[in-house]
């Protein structure tokens, strides 16, 4: 069975950066487009960043120009890298293949003002 656990999160001031580590577990995903995914409070989750099969890119304008996505067929992860956050940033982010897997526990990122 898959499994997805994300890791990296925490807290940063506004400006900071911080990576996050999605770990797949049970089958791999090199065929997958793999996306990072975010949910602030109170909000509905969403589509922040992904990476497609053939390593194209694509990001939600909110992100681009700060975020990068990136993958790594091989080791079965995927990485975001987060530049220049700003407290809107702050949420539980998630990695998920599409269509989705099970969702993992996500972790958290809080960025201060």
């Known amino acids: 069975q898959v499994q997805l656990v994300e890791s990296g999160g925490g807290l940063v001031q506004a400006g900071g950066s911080l990576r996050l580590q999605c770990s797949v577990s049970g089958r791999t995903f090199m065929n997958n487009p793999m996306g990072w995914f975010r949910q602030a409070p109170g909000k509905q989750r969403e589509l922040v960043a992904v990476n497609t099969k053939d390593g194209v890119t694509n990001y939600s304008p909110f992100v681009k120009g700060r975020f990068t996505i990136s993958r790594d067929n091989a080791k079965n992860t995927v990485d975001l890298q987060m530049n220049s956050l700003k407290p809107e940033d702050t949420g539980v982010y998630y990695c998920?293949?599409?269509?989705?897997?099970?969702w993992g526990q996500g972790t958290q990122v809080t960025v201060s003002s």
């Open positions: 998920n293949s599409l269509p989705y897997w099970p």
